[in-house]
């Protein structure tokens, strides 16, 4: 989505639709995954990969989730041993490993500073996994336009050594390109940049190997065969898009789908999207596409 428009405070009246429509697909989807279950031998194993954004106070702003949410969402995944790191997912989908019924990968975009102090020690806590997406010509340039928030706080995106820490803490750290542009509508030779200069300067700045790449905006519009080719060409395993949906062994390693966590929802809908209430989401990913946001700049 663009970072701008997403980031605009919703009013009330599109708040609410917004939220009546989510909820709905996701008490309906239940409904028929429980149907489904009753007249099945045993659960379809699959993980779902969540995406969160910023984490703190906010007013009307899908992309922010309460800090009081957040430490809820993770102490229930920990208890009923639903998160899985990285190297489990890839093993999975290379079918090298099971994996429970309903695991759960947890991702963080953007690279707001909250994401240190804010979720950071939540996961450390309940010994979460999580890998957090990073633009990298964005990290340690701050103040900048997209560091405004809905309430009018400014939140900066976090510094190099920030990013370290968040490292040296458990979070894995991927890239979500150089400049947070559609890969898909750019020529090959900018989205061949986007994908290898961003890896290289993450690896660099941090010591660390870059493994997933997450596209920005990940509509149907922002990646193809072509962005994974140059993915695969730059050393990464795996890429995530922002199609909803669960992830099944002989999935598109590169055409990975995750499932957005909202602010403003209550704990039962998260509890509902863990266990496929925004699957069905999917159709409107595949037959809208068109008008979804992904700029090219």
Same mark, same amino acid.
């Given at each position: 989505?663009?970072?701008?428009?997403?980031? #605009?405070?919703?009013?009330?009246?599109?708040?609410?639709?917004? @939220?009546?429509?989510?909820? $709905?697909?996701?008490?309906?989807?239940? #409904?028929?995954?429980? #149907?489904? $279950?009753?007249?099945?031998? @045993?659960?379809?194993?699959?993980? !779902?990969?969540?995406?969160?954004?910023?984490?703190?106070?906010?007013?009307?702003?899908?992309f922010c989730v309460s800090s009081e949410a957040f430490n809820q969402h993770m102490q229930w995944l920990a208890s009923r041993r639903l998160a899985v790191s990285l190297d489990q997912v890839i093993a999975y989908l290379e079918r090298r490993e099971t994996l429970l019924p309903g695991s759960v990968l947890v991702t963080i975009d953007d690279g707001y !500073?909250?994401?240190?102090?804010?979720?950071?020690?939540?996961?450390?806590?309940?010994?979460?996994?999580?890998?957090?997406?990073l633009t990298s010509d964005r990290v340690d340039r701050r103040p900048t336009g997209d560091s405004q928030v809905e309430s009018g706080v400014e939140e900066p995106i976090l510094t190099w050594e920030e990013v370290r820490t968040l490292r040296a803490g458990g979070v894995e750290i991927g890239s979500h390109s150089l400049t947070?542009? $559609?890969?898909? !509508?750019?020529?090959?030779?900018?989205?061949?940049?986007?994908?290898?200069?961003?890896?290289? !300067?993450?690896?660099? @700045?941090?010591? $660390?190997?870059?493994?997933?790449?997450?596209?920005?905006?990940?509509?149907?519009a922002d990646y193809s065969a072509k962005t994974a080719a140059y993915l695969r060409e730059a050393g990464y395993r795996c890429a995530f898009t922002s199609q909803h949906g669960s992830v099944t062994t002989g999935a598109d390693i590169f055409e990975l789908p995750r499932v957005k966590v909202e602010g403003g929802e209550g704990f039962w809908m998260f509890r509902l999207l863990v266990r496929g209430g925004l699957d069905a989401w999917q159709f409107v990913d595949r037959t809208l596409w068109r008008w979804q946001q992904s700029p090219g700049s």
């Open positions: 989505m663009n970072a701008h428009v997403s980031r #605009l405070r919703l009013g009330v009246g599109r708040w609410a639709t917004k @939220k009546l429509a989510r909820g $709905s697909v996701a008490i309906g989807s239940r #409904l028929v995954n429980s #149907l489904v $279950s009753r007249v099945s031998s @045993k659960p379809l194993p699959c993980v !779902r990969v969540l995406t969160y954004h910023r984490f703190g106070p906010s007013r009307r702003d899908p !500073r909250s994401t240190l102090t804010e979720a950071l020690p939540v996961l450390q806590k309940y010994q979460v996994p999580a890998i957090a997406f947070h542009r $559609s890969l898909a !509508r750019m020529p090959g030779a900018q989205a061949r940049e986007e994908a290898l200069g961003s890896l290289r !300067r993450i690896e660099e @700045k941090t010591g $660390s190997a870059v493994r997933a790449f997450a596209y920005p905006f990940g509509t149907r």
